[in-house]
C-alpha cells in the first residue's frame, strides 16, 4: 500500500475531486502490484474479493465510474476465469497488469489463457510499470545515495525502460500474430517506445513476424500520459501514432495536477482530435 488515503475513498471525496478537476468518468483499478506478487492460493480469492469491492463502487455510481480487473496472474487459467467473470458480471473494460509475474512477462505461453481471454471478450489490458527484478536493479540502479538509487531505478527511469521492453516482447515473440485483435494500453506517453520507434522497427530483424514491428505497435497498442503533463512527448506521440491511439488520463491520487484539463484544452492540435483524446477514442475502446 502507499498510504495515500485517496486510494481507498471511492466514494463522494473522490467525485468532488473529479467535478472539480472537469472530469465526467474515472476509470478505477488497484494499485501496483495488484495480486501478482502472491501465491495463486491466496492471489486467486483475493483477486474476487478486490474486484467485487470495486464493481460495488462502480455500481453505485455507474455514471462516474467503471474498472479494471486485477488479476491473480500467478494463475493464469485462474486469472482469465477472473477476467471473463468480471467483464461478464461486473461490466469492467479490461484489465490492469503490473509488469512481470514471477519474474515472467507476458509473451511467456504460460499466459496465453490471459491474452485469449482478453482478445475474446474485446477488452484491453493497460500494461503498468513494476519495479526491475533484483538483478536488474543490482546492476543498473545502485552505487548511488539510497533516495536516488530507488526514484532512478522505478518512476525517475526504470519501470518506464521495463515496461517498454515488456511491451516489445510482446511484438517480438509473435503475440499479435497469435491475438491479432488483442489490445494493449500504455502509460507515459508509449514508455519511450515513440521514441524509439523507427530505430526499433530498422535496428531489430524480426522475420519471423507477419508485419513489421511499427505495424504492431500502431495497431494493437494505445497510450496515455498517465499525469505527464508535457507538450514535447505529447507531440512526438500524436506524430507517431495519431490521434486515434491516445486516451487522455490522470495518474489520480500520484499526481493531482490543477492543470490536467487545460493540459489538453490548450494543446497546439485541433478541435477534432481533442475530441478524440478527450473522450471519443475511451468511449470506442472502453465501450463507455
Keep these: 500500500m502507499s498510504g495515500l488515503p485517496e486510494l481507498e475513498d471511492l466514494g463522494i471525496d473522490r467525485l468532488k475531486h473529479m467535478d472539480a478537476m472537469g472530469i465526467d468518468v474515472q476509470v478505477l483499478s488497484y494499485t501496483t502490484p495488484g495480486t501478482q506478487v502472491l501465491p495463486a492460493s491466496e492471489a486467486v480469492p483475493l483477486a474476487r474479493e478486490a474486484n467485487d469491492q470495486l464493481g460495488s463502487a462502480i455500481a453505485a455510481h455507474p455514471d462516474r465510474f467503471a474498472g479494471f480487473a486485477t488479476l491473480p496472474t500467478s494463475d493464469p487459467e485462474a486469472a482469465a476465469t477472473e477476467l471473463e467473470r468480471t467483464v461478464h458480471e461486473l461490466g469492467f473494460r479490461g484489465a490492469m497488469i503490473n509488469g512481470r509475474t514471477q519474474e515472467r512477462f507476458l509473451d511467456d ?48 527511469w526504470g519501470w518506464h525502460m521495463e515496461t517498454a521492453i515488456h511491451a516489445l516482447r510482446l511484438i517480438l515473440a509473435g503475440i499479435f500474430d497469435n491475438y491479432p485483435r488483442l489490445q494493449i494500453i500504455l502509460g ?36 496515455t500520459p498517465s499525469g505527464l503533463y508535457t507538450y514535447p512527448p505529447f507531440l512526438l506521440a500524436l506524430q507517431t501514432i495519431g490521434a486515434d491511439r491516445i486516451m487522455y488520463s490522470v495518474d489520480y491520487p500520484y499526481v493531482i495536477d490543477e492543470h490536467a484539463r487545460t493540459f489538453l484544452e490548450n494543446a497546439p492540435i485541433s478541435p477534432a482530435d481533442k475530441e478524440k483524446i478527450a473522450h471519443g477514442n475511451a468511449e470506442r475502446v472502453l465501450k463507455i
Design 109 to 156: 505461453p504460460r499466459f496465453n489463457p490471459v491474452l485469449k481471454a482478453a482478445e475474446a471478450l474485446d477488452v484491453p489490458l493497460y500494461l503498468h510499470p513494476t519495479v526491475p527484478s533484483t538483478a536488474v536493479q543490482h546492476a543498473y540502479y545502485t552505487g548511488l545515495d539510497p533516495v536516488t538509487n530507488g526514484r532512478f531505478a522505478t518512476f525517475g
Design 188 to 223: 507515459h506517453w508509449g514508455e519511450m517506445i515513440p521514441f524509439f520507434l523507427a530505430r526499433i522497427n530498422e535496428a531489430v530483424v524480426a522475420k519471423h513476424l507477419q508485419q513489421s514491428i511499427s505495424d504492431y505497435f500502431l495497431q494493437n497498442f494505445y497510450v
